[in-house]
């Protein structure tokens, strides 16, 4: 599994999210909303530190990260992660590893 971060995405995890260099950032289950993956759960993202990082990837010396107990959620996919231009939000695209 393995987590891509696009360019656009990049840009907004520094400008809406104020990241900067050397901190980490999560993406983490939550129960509600919807998913193509997983129906009644949704992916959120924080700063955060890792406790059991199952995957992560570093940009721009930032680390993104998933913890082990929430690989279940991607049934061996992996997440890209874009920007929706029309709600300058987050979007999240899962691929079959």
């Known amino acids: 599994m ?23 950032v999560r993406f983490f289950v939550r129960y509600g909303g919807s998913s193509k993956l997983q129906p009644g759960f949704s992916l959120g993202v924080t700063k955060d530190q890792p406790f059991e990082s199952g995957v992560e990837t570093t940009h721009e010396d930032i680390t993104f990260f998933i913890e082990k107990s929430d690989i279940w959620y991607f049934d061996d996919h992996n997440l ?3 920007v929706n231009d029309e709600l300058n939000e987050l979007a999240y695209a899962y691929e079959k590893a």
């Open 2 to 24: 393995e987590i891509i971060i696009s360019e656009d995405a990049m840009q907004w995890f520094k400008e809406e999210m104020e990241t900067t260099a050397g901190e980490q």
């Open 80 to 82: 890209h992660v874009t």
